[in-house]
């Protein structure tokens, strides 16, 4: 029998280590060190750990010839239960390995796959591949896109995976194979927002304010026909004031809705020497005045100018026909 022990503990960071001395038989001076060590991994969590070194004298035993002598130890407010084994019953000695914790691969090949700061080129599965900035294994920084599927480019600012800042996308000319610009401008939350140029065509282009990726705000559009409409737009469609100037300058000034001529407008028709003002419905004059204007200098004017309309009160014709004209549209 185990007659007594003697214990000292000693902490250190998150382990408890704790030296037992235990003599073998009463009288003898030769005794037992067990070395057993407590580990604290986690909260509420611990891990027993006994070391094999057990001395008597000049010898050491293994851990497999003593018999079972349990006692127990308080540290703080947890209690821990020591089982010791004496020689007398060695066929009771349980024999315990422990595996030795090793790390799955996944864990070290997730940490070095985390992206953060400047990274080389990195590929995606489609083959897509990109070069820049990190933040979270997200896109945040400066950086550029390419995508295989379609060749484009993408080239600038990039905010927690998308687009946002100022940037240039590009594609390649089905052609020559260069790379031609087809946006240049501010983008947020991966769509055109913000002053921008799009390029439709070599002849044909939009500059002026974006918002979710469509035109909207003031800008100015040149068409591949020569024309050219300055003004106020919402989701890709004139709407609000604008001015639409024609091949042959003709121009028309005023209100625009859904695309189209709608409300208060004056048509120029500059070529002919006359000037259109009144109101307009989908593209279409419906009441208003015209006269003579720059017949003088008109390339192509009328045969007869415009003769003169005597009415006694020619501004109440016209409110009257505008009045039944909004009714109507009511």
């Known amino acids: 029998m185990l007659h007594h022990c003697h214990i000292k503990i000693f902490k250190c960071l998150n382990k408890i280590r704790f030296d ?31 070391r094999t070194a057990f001395i008597s004298g000049e010898r050491k035993y293994a851990p497999s010839v003593f018999e079972k002598y349990t006692t127990s130890i308080t540290v703080g407010n947890k209690e821990v239960i020591l089982n010791l084994y004496d020689t007398a019953a060695k066929n009771n000695m349980p024999i315990v390995k422990y595996p030795r914790t090793v790390e ?7 940490r070095k796959a985390q992206k953060c700061g400047l990274r080389h080129t990195i590929y995606a599965v489609n083959r897509d591949h990109y070069t820049g900035e990190w933040l979270d294994n997200l896109k945040h920084g400066k950086g550029t896109q390419t995508w295989k599927s379609t060749g484009a480019i993408y080239n600038g600012d990039w905010k927690f995976g998308k687009r946002d800042g100022y940037g240039t996308y590009s594609i390649p000319d089905p052609v020559t194979k260069e790379y031609k610009k087809v946006y240049s401008g501010w983008w947020k939350n991966d769509k055109k927002c913000g002053y921008g140029i799009k390029f439709y065509s070599d002849m044909e282009y939009y500059e002026g304010e974006w918002s979710g990726g469509k035109r909207s705000g003031w800008g100015r ?25 024609l091949t042959n300058e003709n121009r028309y000034e005023g209100t625009w809705k859904d ?31 015209m006269i003579d204007f720059g017949r003088e200098e008109a390339p192509t004017p009328t045969q007869y100018p415009i003769p003169k309309i005597e009415l006694d009160n020619p501004d109440d014709v016209l409110e009257e026909a505008q009045a039944m004209l909004d009714d109507s549209q009511e």
């Open 104 to 110: 799955p691969l996944w864990i070290e090949w997730d």
């Open 221 to 245: 559009m040149y068409y591949k026909d020569g024309s050219i409409y300055e003004g106020q737009w919402l989701e890709d469609q004139h709407s609000g004031q604008g001015m639409l100037r």
């Open 259 to 289: 695309g189209k001529k709608h409300g208060l407008g004056k048509f120029f028709y500059l070529n002919k020497g006359q000037l259109f003002e009144g109101f307009w419905v989908a593209d279409f004059p419906k009441c208003g005045t």
């Open 20 to 50: 037992l001395q235990i003599p073998q038989r009463s009288g003898d001076t030769d005794y037992i060190a067990i070395y057993l060590e407590i580990c604290f991994k986690k909260a509420k969590q611990h891990n027993f750990t006994l």
